[in-house]
């Protein structure tokens, strides 16, 4: 699905984007590069880092909880969710 189609769009003074959906932030794309993914007011994302910087660095969020800025432990937990999910 593309994000264009399912989220509303509004562009500030400063160009920053921010994609919403049901009247709740879901991503804000700064001008700086920055993108932050945010759920409830919470910093959150699933399916990958919560925030991603310019220089390319990322940090995983899950309600607002720092969970890691390495990505190969991400993949490691979330491969270890896996296998729990399918073994219950």
Excluded at 3 to 11: A, G, H, P, Q
Excluded at 46 to 75: H, Q, R, V
Aim: aromatic share 12%.
């Amino acid at each position: 699905m593309n994000m264009v189609e399912s989220y509303d769009i509004r562009v500030s003074g400063d160009g920053s984007k921010e994609y919403r959906r049901i009247g709740q932030i879901c991503k804000i794309e700064y001008t700086s590069g920055l993108v932050t993914w945010w759920k409830d007011s919470c910093r959150h994302r699933e399916d990958g880092p919560a925030i991603e910087k310019a220089n390319g660095d990322k940090e995983w969020y899950l309600n607002s909880e720092f969970i890691t800025d390495d990505p190969l432990i991400w993949m490691v937990m979330q491969y270890e969710n896996k296998l729990f999910s399918e073994n219950n």
